[in-house]
């Protein structure tokens, strides 16, 4: 059974950094694409970052140079390191995989960048 | 980076049939842009219907499918049924490295 729980969110100011955690079981993260997905509130979703299978990085434009995607195999753990974060940031952030690991989704872990 | 858009809201009649596009501001989309959908029902999670065009989740009703339609991603919702008020995303993959999101449709079942 496939499940996901994202961790490490919290109250952070401006500036600040936060490492989000996502703990996978059922599937192997490092076989497969993971992305971070984040939805500030009342919004949309808004893709993040994804690492692939073979290791590839890839940002949206606004997280570039802030965000760092990573995983641990022997944990079958993604992360997301978070620097310089700004309040824009603020929102709700999942971890997904691919394909028929897509779903379910975790319930997700809240950021809140705030003075 | 693309634009990708959806229809920001559509109502369909209980047992009426619907279809959601996604679209991308850079040309027409494809097999290689992978589409997703996902559902969304309010202070839930979302849920995966859709994966790579076609494919569907070991949960996703026979009611929903996935395909290609005038160069966009579609959603086709056939039967419609109360529970399937909620909004809709898709998601697309850009030269096989960055993926964005549509805004959304948000339907309605009335």
């Known amino acids: 059974e496939v499940q996901l729980v994202e961790s490490g969110g919290g109250l952070v100011q401006p500036g600040g950094s936060l490492r989000l955690s996502c703990a996978v079981s059922?599937?192997?993260?490092?076989?497969?694409?993971m992305s971070w997905v984040r939805q500030a509130p009342g919004k949309g979703l808004e893709w993040v970052s994804v690492?692939?299978?073979?290791?590839?990085?890839y940002y949206v434009d606004s997280v570039k140079g802030r965000f760092t995607i990573s995983r641990d195999n022997s944990k079958n753990t993604l992360y997301l390191q978070m620097n310089n974060l700004r309040r824009e940031d603020t929102a709700v952030y999942h971890c997904?995989?691919?394909?028929?690991?897509?779903?379910?989704w975790g319930q997700g872990t809240l950021v809140t960048v705030s003075s | 980076q693309a634009v990708v858009n959806q229809e920001p809201s559509l109502t369909v009649s209980p047992g009426g049939t619907v279809t959601l596009t996604c679209g991308s501001s850079?040309?027409?989309?494809?097999?290689?842009?992978?589409p997703y959908w996902f559902q969304q029902k309010p202070g839930q999670a979302p849920r995966t219907l859709i994966h790579?065009?076609?494919n569907k989740l070991s949960w996703t009703p026979s009611r929903f499918s996935g395909s290609l339609l005038g160069g966009k991603a579609a959603l086709t919702l056939s039967g419609a049924q109360p529970e399937d008020e909620a909004e809709y995303f898709c998601?697309?993959?850009?030269?096989?490295?960055?993926?964005?999101f549509g805004g959304g449709t948000k339907l309605t079942v009335l």
């Open positions: 059922g599937f192997t993260v490092s076989d497969n694409h």
């Open positions: 997904i995989g691919y394909g028929h690991n897509s779903d379910p």
């Open positions: 850079i040309g027409a989309v494809t097999d290689a842009h992978n």
């Open positions: 998601v697309l993959r850009f030269s096989g490295t960055y993926w964005v």
């Open positions: 790579d065009t076609t």
């Open positions: 690492i692939y299978d073979n290791g590839n990085k």
